[in-house]
């Protein structure tokens, strides 16, 4: 009885949500109080029904009732149970669920952290987002139900959790990255209600900035997780492929970034309001077509979960009526906001306009290399693929671009700069620049460029924050004195651009520099790479809960010391399948990598072995971006009684 438990929970968080979408904004449109007061309850409510659906599903996973489709094309009983538990995410039907539960917990962290918000605002704010989850129930209720049930002969044991996804990566990414792709619903619900109460003011944005960096946080570390995943997990020794559905979530995190900028620009000078709005729903929408590229079986990745065309088509459809909706209300209502003043071309505002331009720019890029080939095989014109050449040719220049802009923005003064006054920092810029541009490479051999342009591009990053943080720092009661006075949004601020820097500096370096060996090893056989020896020693049967592997064992010497034993792997599924393990040796510096590929003739394998320098500093940016986002939406301004204060404005006349 429990997948009927579930189902009947699931039906009634679409009807909750419904109500939620409806009842609040008729009450707002009305000025019925009971009704914009039944929000934050119909909220909860959302979410608790929504909870009691996923809990269900869980217990049958856990159970192994084998009765419900989806725990049985998706488990087995050999399955270990924390295996069991993420794979209720593992495929379409329930990874779908967890979609509907985060956007449930986004709702009610809206509603809980919103009780100081005009309760028009949060009537509005709450129904948007009811809406949207009423359409991603329907979704689930009317294409994929994940309790739909195999009777009246169930199986007496399931198939298999794809064992690409028997990974701790699957444990945190997916929920990682759904925080990301969902939290993007709260900045759009915000842009909505703006649009419906036709006022937006700096008191309406610093109630949607903490929450777009949030979302924005989530998605980084998704991302980078999924990189870090993908590296270690697919035996290619790669961390970003251009892959469709890799790109689908890139996307929106670039529009997102370019939201957070434009907020800035929008709470401290009430200008880019309409370009505002515009990122909120198109941040949004580039999320919901993720959805779509995902689950419609309109492309083949490693990472799609379906390839059913009725879903496709529902998806299709609901994210036409969201952006459409959405554009017909920015068209009538964008005409009716004030006026904005003006700024200088050595201001604040130029750069971080200029940032979004380039930003969107790039998303442009990534968005026509993704659709493309879609687009191609439709009307006829054969089956085209974009690759990474296409990608790497305008996303690497847009990118150092974006660094230039980033080390000077923080510089730059609202409204007009004095360059006088930048003269210091910019030649400490320029010549810290050149110099790690020449120099650094050189501590990884010959000088190259991609090495050398990156290098600069995150030294002129970091000496530009760094002039920055001093000279804010600066003054009475001593350096220190300064820094404890420094808010968090400053810090965020700081962190995040670091964290960019590092990132650019580690896929500069691993770009350049990093080497790779396909050959035939027999045991006894040497490789001699980067001042490293890898001997095959051969490869060895090991048992695993639900899958045999054959384990090579590859010993590791630098100048004739021993220095470490890797143990790649080759597994195979009960199912049939069979993975690549590949053992890493990760450091600060570099990685080395080696992957098992097929056995050859005799006791000879095919073996992949890599030295990759500063691909580690990659991740460690994302982490970096995503704490700094993380301090952002934690500043305290956003938080005070006098932001309180100043947002009950909003509601007057409407």
Known sequence: MIPEYGHFALILAACVSLALGVVPLLGAARRRPLWIA?????????????????????????????????????????????????????????????????????????????RGLPALLLARVLAVMGLVAFGFHLFLLLTSNP???????????????????????????????????????????????????????????????????????????????GSWWAYYELGWGGWWFWDPVENASLMPWLLATALAHSLAVTEKRGLLRGWTLLLAIFAFALSLLGTFLVRSG????????????????????????????????????????????????????????????????????????????LIADVLGWGKISVGPPYFDSFFVPLTLGLALLLGLGALLQWKDTALLRLRGALGLGAVVALLAGILLPRLWGEW??????????????????????????????????????????????????????????????????????DLRMAPGDRLDLAGWEFRFEGVREVAGPNYRSQKGVVTVTRAGQPAMRLQPEKRRY????????????????????????????????????????????IWLGGAWIALGAALAAADRRYRTRATVAASAAISAGG
Not at 329 to 348: D, E, I, K, M, N
Not at 455 to 469: F, K, Q, V
Not at 599 to 615: F, I, M, Q, T, Y
Request: glycine share 12%; hydrophobic share 55%; with cysteine.
């Open 298 to 373: 309109v492309l083949t990745s490693v990472h799609a979960f379906a390839a059913d065309p009725t879903r496709g088509v529902f998806v299709l459809g609901f994210l036409g009526v969201v952006i459409g909706g959405s554009l017909l209300l920015y068209g009538l209502r964008v005409p009716t906001l004030p006026a904005p003043a003006g700024f200088g071309w050595r201001s604040r505002e130029a750069a971080l306009l200029a940032n979004n331009a380039l930003l969107v720019v790039i998303t442009g890029v990534v968005l026509l290399g993704t659709l493309y080939p």
């Open 574 to 617: 009960l199912g049939g399948q069979v993975m690549t393990e590949a053992a890493i040796d990760a450091g600060l510096w570099r990685d080395l990598y080696v992957a098992l590929g097929e056995p050859l003739d005799g006791e000879a394998w095919s073996v992949r072995v890599h030295v990759k320098p500063g691909v580690r500093w």
């Open 147 to 225: 309790f739909a049930r195999l009777l009246p002969l169930p199986p007496d044991d399931g198939g298999d959790l794809n064992p690409l996804l028997q990974d701790f990566g699957l444990i945190v990414h997916p929920p990682l990255l759904y925080m990301g792709y969902v939290g993007l619903a709260v900045p759009f619900a915000f842009a909505i209600a703006a649009l419906l109460a036709g006022r937006l003011d700096a008191a309406w944005v610093r109630w949607m900035r903490p929450w777009t960096n949030a979302a924005w946080a989530f998605l980084t570390l998704g991302i980078a997780l």
């Open 448 to 517: 190259r460029w991609g090495a050398g342009l990156a290098l600069a591009a995150a030294c002129w990053i970091l000496a530009l924050s760094g002039w920055d943080l001093w000279r804010k720092s600066a003054g009475a009661g001593g350096f220190w004195q300064g820094v404890r006075r420094l808010r968090a949004g400053y810090w965020g601020m700081t962190v995040a651009h670091l964290g960019v820097a590092l990132a650019i500096a580690g896929a500069g370096v691993t770009g350049s520099y990093s080497l790779e060996r």
């Open 38 to 114: 039944a929000a934050r309850p119909l909220a909860g409510g959302q979410l608790a029904f929504a909870g009691v659906a996923f809990a269900c599903l869980a217990a049958a996973f856990l159970g192994d009732d084998f009765s419900v489709a989806y725990v049985a094309a998706n488990s087995n009983r050999l399955l270990p149970w924390f295996y069991k538990l993420s794979a209720v995410w593992g495929a379409h039907e329930g990874s779908l669920l967890r979609w509907v539960l985060v956007l449930s917990g986004w709702t009610a962290a809206v509603a809980v952290a919103g």
